[in-house]
């Protein structure tokens, strides 16, 4: 009697690994959730959620069918990233140019996340926890190396460097002024010039 042939997987539990289709849909609704909670903060539906995946409603539960794990995932994804960042930052030969390079991401990801706003400890529990406080230690570190380099004023905190980032972005429109890329562009350069030691 021949063995019957195991299905291609790493699981050594037996477990087939997730159809191509399966991987796709995942990737489609994690990236729509991180659209929609970007414009819309972490309370988004699953229907504005499904829209902006280009699925059903349906896919979006069968592929999360707890909001928790959903929603940790879509910040998991958004720190693991900035963290990339800072961690290259820390790389940098010249201390400014990560100082600018952490600052900047940091500013460009506030502008286009909502979700971080609110209290990411009260969302996705210890592991969201961690990220956030290994994201904050390397700001500390590539703040304090800046600092250290006489690139950085004396008087800024790296606990300033998060609110900073955030007011260095510009609301989309103001007074009937809209938010272009340009000006987003000179108000970061100013307020990194600011901040740069004289």
Same mark, same amino acid.
């Given at each position: 009697m021949h063995a019957r042939r195991q299905t291609a997987t790493n699981d050594p539990a037996g477990r087939k690994a997730p159809r191509a289709d399966a991987r796709r849909n995942?990737?489609?609704?994690?990236?729509?959730?991180r659209r929609a909670v970007a414009s819309k903060g972490l309370g988004v539906s699953y229907h504005e959620i499904a829209r902006e995946a280009?699925?059903?409603?349906?896919?979006?539960?069968?592929?999360?069918?707890?909001? +928790?794990?959903?929603?940790?995932?879509?910040?998991? @994804?958004?720190l693991s990233?900035?963290?990339?960042?800072?961690e290259a930052a820390t790389e940098c030969a010249d201390p400014w140019e990560g100082f600018?390079?952490?600052?900047?991401?940091?500013?460009?990801?506030? *502008?286009?996340?909502a979700g971080l706003s609110g209290s990411l400890d009260a969302h %996705? %529990?210890? @592991?969201? *926890?961690a990220l956030r406080h290994?994201?904050?230690?390397?700001?500390?570190?590539?703040?304090?190396?800046?600092?250290?380099?006489?690139?950085?004023?004396d008087d800024v905190d790296w606990r300033d460097i998060p609110f900073l980032a955030q007011a260095a972005v510009t609301p989309g429109c103001f007074l009937d002024l809209p938010a +272009?890329?340009?000006?987003?562009?000179?108000?970061?350069?100013?307020?990194? @010039?600011g901040l740069h030691a004289s």
């Open positions: 995942a990737a489609l609704v994690l990236a729509g959730a280009g699925v059903g409603v349906g896919t979006v539960y069968r592929r999360f069918p707890e909001r +928790d794990h959903l929603m940790t995932a879509v910040l998991s @994804d958004i990233e900035l963290i990339r960042t800072a600018t390079l952490l600052f900047g991401e940091l500013a460009a990801r506030t *502008a286009e996340n %996705g %529990g210890p @592991d969201i *926890a290994r994201l904050l230690e390397l700001i500390r570190q590539v703040t304090e190396c800046a600092r250290q380099a006489g690139a950085l004023r +272009d890329p340009a000006r987003r562009t000179r108000t970061l350069r100013v307020v990194l @010039d």
